[in-house]
């Protein structure tokens, strides 16, 4: 149940009516239409989710209140992880997806104390403090700047571990400066520059990135 809750909150923010739809659930769970629609009704049933068929779903505000809870359980102990145990930005989720449900909320307040209070995961996301508010930065894909503008990484929303490991063998890590040196349109490449190196990322690479720019604009 609460991964359905963290699926339909994470799906339906990118939707203007704030729904997520089976489909897209089924495949974020990997499990079958007909399992999630079961899954939906018995959410609408409990008052956590609004479900209409053929529409999709969306939380109410119970089921968004759930949602955010486990959210900031899942991102701190993923800092967690990576803080005080070492484990890199694409191992943390898989360990943390299990430990999130065991975890009760007076230890979850000591890590969140020991951590310092922290804002955002090894990912960049956001994490929703104990009165289930997040900050919410002014990022944008990496892909719309264009050559010549300067940027700080600040979130990969795309988190599949191979994806993160190839972003860590090329290198990259959030907080770091760079530029865009060249854009290529057809292709939708995206050549940049981090500490003096220069990187070529393809279209879904670029996309995945999300960037705070930093004022002016350097030289090519």
């Known amino acids: 149940m609460e991964n359905y809750v963290k699926a339909i909150f994470r799906l339906s923010q990118g939707h203007a009516a704030g729904r997520a739809t089976t489909g897209q659930l089924a495949a974020e769970l990997q499990v079958s239409p007909g399992t999630v629609t ?20 969306r939380l109410t505000e119970t089921g968004r209140t759930l949602a955010l809870a486990i959210l900031r ?9 990576a803080h ?33 209070h922290p804002q955002f995961d090894p990912h960049g996301d956001p994490i929703p403090d104990a009165r289930g508010e997040m900050v919410e930065l002014a990022l944008r894909p990496l892909n719309a ?24 063998a090329q290198g990259l890590e959030l907080g770091m400066l760079g530029r865009v040196v060249d854009r290529h349109g057809p292709a939708g490449t995206v050549a940049i520059v981090l500490q003096g190196r220069r990187i070529e990322l393809d279209r879904a690479a670029a996309e995945s990135l999300l960037v705070e720019p930093v004022a002016g604009r350097a030289r090519q």
């Open 38 to 57: 079961a899954m939906l009704k018995g959410l609408s049933q409990q008052g956590l989710a609004s479900y209409t068929p053929y529409e999709g779903v």
């Open 73 to 81: 359980r899942h991102r701190l102990l993923e800092l967690f992880l």
């Open 84 to 116: 005080s145990l070492g484990l890199e930005w694409d191992e943390v989720h898989e360990h943390a997806e299990r430990l999130e449900h065991a975890v009760n909320d007076g230890l979850l307040e000591r890590i969140d104390r020991f951590l310092g």
């Open 145 to 168: 700047c264009g050559p010549g503008e300067r940027f700080r990484l600040a979130r990969v929303v795309r988190q599949e571990p191979a994806f993160l490991r190839a972003l860590r």
